[in-house]
T-cell receptor, first 113, second 115 residues
Framework: AQSVAQPEDQVNVAEGNPLTVKCTYS??????LFWYVQYPNRGLQFLLK??????LVKGSYGFEAEFNKSQTSFHLKKPSALVSDSALYFCAVPRGGYSTLTFGKGTMLLVSP | ETGVTQSPTHLIKTRGQQVTLRCSSQSGHNTVSWYQQALGQGPQFIFQYYREEENGRGNFPPRFSGLQFPNYSSELNVNALELDDSALYLCASSLTRGGDYEKLFFGSGTQLSVL
């Protein structure tokens, strides 16, 4: 079964500093990987996806993710964090169908002023 | 905003009761999926409907059932509610065209509390 793991329950970073939210994956074949964000009292919003090609994927709101096949990782990054980036971040992989996903347990990102 | 609306936003039920949650998909989307998000967990896939037919199901018992209507709106029905059914229920719509992994557009969810 395809799965992802998010090893950190929470990440704390000061505004203006770079941020990284970690994700590792376990898939058979070529991986397809996603990041979604959930703001308080909101549904999830798509940030970016990796299909094939460049190992650095650019997404919404200035986020990017680095795919590393040897480390089976797909970490989410941003060069300069904003307080408004504070939210719950989920890594995900397809669970069989094109539009169905298996999500990680989520990482809460807290950006302090 | 995603254009996916869910109702109601909050619901309180007692154990053993039945509940119906509703979802209006984003215009032009033909696929709807339902997810259960328990507190502190990631969303868990319940099932998906594509053009009014169930098109995949997660590890949920038969008392979780659904419908998709011709206008692609959807319902999630849960019978014989249990305390562990307390969760945020998320609806996600997408456009299935085949051959690619389409992004999901989520509603804000229905918070169900079972007492």
């Amino acid at each position: 079964a395809q799965s992802v793991a998010q090893p950190e329950d929470q990440v704390n970073v000061a505004e203006g500093n770079p941020l990284t939210v970690k994700c590792t994956y376990s898939v058979s074949g070529n991986p397809y990987l996603f990041w979604y964000v959930q703001y308080p009292n909101r549904g999830l919003q798509f940030l970016l996806k990796y299909i094939t090609g460049d190992n650095l994927v650019k997404g919404s709101y200035g986020f990017e993710a680095e795919f590393n096949k040897s480390q089976t990782s797909f970490h989410l990054k941003k060069p300069s964090a904003l307080v408004s980036d504070s939210a719950l971040y989920f890594c995900a992989v397809p669970r069989g169908g094109y539009s169905t996903l298996t999500f990680g347990k989520g990482t809460m990102l807290l950006v302090s002023p | 905003e995603t254009g996916v609306t869910q109702s109601p936003t909050h619901l309180i039920k007692t154990r053993g009761q039945q509940v119906t949650l509703r979802c209006s998909s984003q215009s032009g989307h033909n696929t709807v999926s339902w997810y259960q998000q328990a507190l502190g967990q990631g969303p868990q896939f319940i099932f998906q409907y594509y053009r009014e037919e169930e098109n995949g199901r997660g590890n949920f018992p038969p008392r979780f059932s659904g419908l998709q209507f011709p206008n692609y709106s959807s319902e999630l029905n849960v019978n014989a509610l249990e305390l562990d059914d307390s969760a945020l229920y998320l609806c996600a719509s997408s456009l299935t065209r085949g051959g690619d992994y389409e992004k999901l557009f989520f509603g804000s969810g229905t918070q169900l509390s079972v007492l």
